[in-house]
């Protein structure tokens, strides 16, 4: 009886003051301190889905330049270079049953525009001399426009220009260097990457 | 001992109890923020360090083709991006042998207050072309 009467008291007495005060201070703070976490976790997972441009740069450059710094002088096969798309002889990646972890091959590097993407092309010379289809893969995705340009140095002024296709004049000749400028979805600026042929230039 | 818990389930928390669970709940929380903003740093460093191998790797180009026309030379500038700037140096040392140079690349900008560097030497040789 004596319990019960305290209860209904303390029931009926409600919140002193102090008790009020007190909540009214820490409410915000704690409201504070939940919504920062959560605005700047909500932050950081939107930063972390855009994803960025320089690793997909950093990736395309990694798998290109190691191609561009094999290129051959090869007669029967010349080096081939168009406003969008490039084809020399380089050193590939030889298949097991032919033993070997590296052989001559060609590469192709295209724009392929259904796929916005940027495509290599890996024939060995069997597929060469048998007209077959090679091996191709996505070097680049989400990529909006691939151009290739040429360094070379003119015969008559001696100066050096870049050009927007190169023919050999003479057998196994190969422009300087190489440079690919491409735009992604995700970067407004287009990229620029240059690679300079080791074996590049003209030849006696 | 029914009455005791009775009463004791009527109770509930003391002041002191809420109070020290809010303070923990705080703790707790801003050591989550504080995690998620280091790792907010660690992302952005990664990727300012990839904006700079990148141009580094280009800027190497860059003085290959200059030496071909004879303009490979010392110099210096800044790289902006959006809210940062890098200050970069090139610095050109001729080496012993005919057409053979050391680039030196540096390139300083600050992370979340930190001064960070960047450094990257090589050796550019230009053969005799026809």
Redesign the interface.
Known sequence: MF?KKI?SRAARRGFSLI?LL?VLT?AP??FF??Y??FI??V??WQ??QVG?P??D??IF?MKTQRDFQNVLRYAAIPFAGEKDGVSFMAGIEADDKLGGKRAIGWVHYFYDESADAVTREVKDFNQIYRESAGKATQMARGVGSFTVVY?V?EALSS??EWKEEFRPEKPGELP??VRLIYTTQNSAEST?????IPAG???? | MVRRDHRNAEAGFSLIELMLTMIFVMLGAQMIQGTMLRAADVYGRYTDTLKVILWSQEQVEMAREALLSDELESKSGVLEAPNKEFEWRQDVVPMEGPNLYKVDLSLSWTESGKPLTFQKSVYVYQKDLL
């Not at chain 1, 620029?192 to 300079?196: A, D, S």
């Not at chain 1, 230039?201 to 006696?204: D, K, L």
């Open positions: 319990i209860s008790e007190l820490l703070i704690i301190a939940v920062s976490n700047s976790g932050r950081l930063r972390m960025t320089e690793e740069q950093a450059r360094l140095k100066d050096y300087l260097a620029t990457q240059t690679y300079f230039g003209s030849i006696a």
